[in-house]
């Protein structure tokens, strides 16, 4: 069973920045995709950002100039630095993780930015 676990999330004004962090383990197979996406209160869940174990990176335009997601294959961990934070940005941020074509999700982390 693969466990995923986020952290860093908090409230911060606008225009400021956070680091989430996520970490896989349980699983002996290579990680394939790992990504990041929210959901706003009384939406859907959305992509942020997902980066493929070579490095190939997805934004969402929303994000695009502001948000860089980065892996370490090595430590099965990946994190998104966010950036210029604005309202709109405010979700609970959930970490994927795809082992052998099976989509793993972290419990969610709270992001918040306001003034």
């Known amino acids: 069973q693969v466990q995923v676990v986020e952290s860093g999330g908090g409230l911060v004004q606008p225009g400021g920045s956070l680091r989430l962090s996520c970490a896989a383990s349980?699983?002996?197979?290579?990680?394939?995709?790992m990504g990041w996406y929210r959901q706003a209160p009384g939406k859907q869940r959305d992509l942020v950002a997902v980066?493929?174990?070579?490095?190939?990176?997805n934004y969402a335009d929303s994000v695009k100039g502001r948000f860089t997601i980065s892996r370490d294959n090595a430590k099965k961990t990946v994190a998104l630095q966010m950036s210029s934070l604005k309202p709109d940005d405010t979700a609970v941020y959930y970490c994927?993780?795809?082992?052998?074509?099976?989509?793993?999700w972290g419990q969610g982390t709270q992001v918040t930015a306001s003034s």
């Open positions: 994927s993780v795809e082992v052998v074509g099976r989509i793993y």
């Open positions: 349980g699983s002996s197979f290579r990680i394939g995709t």
């Open positions: 980066i493929t174990r070579e490095g190939s990176t």
